[in-house]
């Protein structure tokens, strides 16, 4: 999946993700299901 999102969005995920020893993808993910979730 491609997605596009906001510059700065995307450059404040980067760093967090670095921040936490993550990739992008797997917080994406996390927050994702939880999302999905919380929608059923």
Same mark, same amino acid.
């Given at each position: 999946?491609?997605?596009q999102?906001?510059?700065d969005?995307? /450059?404040?995920?980067?760093?967090?993700?670095?921040?936490?020893?993550? #990739?992008? /993808?797997?917080?994406?993910?996390?927050?994702?299901?939880?999302?999905? #979730?919380?929608?059923?």
């Open positions: 999946m491609t997605i999102i906001d510059v969005l995307h /450059r404040r995920l980067k760093a967090i993700a670095a921040q936490e020893g993550k #990739t992008m /993808r797997e917080i994406v993910e996390e927050q994702l299901t939880v999302y999905v #979730t919380s929608k059923k």
